[in-house]
């Protein structure tokens, strides 16, 4: 198994203090407070940073902004321990202001999920796959899911 491992995902977006909030409440998780600056705020979860960055940061990484910053281009999956959590979390979720797009359901791989969009209309999943997943192909990269 390989050492690499994922050490940050971001969001960029123009509300990181209030988006950051958003996921912090909804998932109990603590700001890293030594990563904060006025571009940047970070989340722990696990050994991953959830981050939430400005606009500010495709300048500063010499990237080039897209015509239309907001919405969905990415999704980010977090996964819970058991499907109630699911349920749980995805009614946690829409009563913070999230939109559910598709109600907690079975997926044709077996896993009990439900699809979000945040406050700022990015994407996420909430989760249980169920089992140890580990070592296989991620996200069932073998049968063509998603």
Not at 2 to 18: P, Q
Not at 58 to 83: H, I, K, M
Request: with cysteine; charged share 20%.
């Amino acid at each position: 198994m390989s050492d690499v491992h994922l050490s940050f995902a971001s969001i960029i977006t123009d509300d990181i203090v209030g988006l950051s909030n958003f996921y912090a409440d909804l998932l109990d998780l603590e700001e890293v407070v030594s990563l904060r600056s006025e571009h940047f705020r970070g989340l722990a979860l696990g050994e991953t940073i959830l981050g939430f960055s400005t606009p500010k940061a495709y300048e500063l990484l010499n990237l080039r902004a897209p015509a239309d910053a907001s919405g969905t281009a990415q999704f980010l999956t977090f996964e819970v321990p058991t499907e109630p959590e699911v349920d749980t979390l995805t009614a946690a979720a829409t009563a913070a202001g999230a939109q559910c797009v598709t109600p907690p359901q079975r997926t044709y791989y077996g896993a009990w999920q439900s699809v979000l969009l945040d406050p700022k209309g990015n994407a996420f999943r909430v989760n249980h796959l169920g089992g140890d997943h580990l070592g296989s192909a991620p996200h069932g990269v073998d049968d063509d899911s998603v």
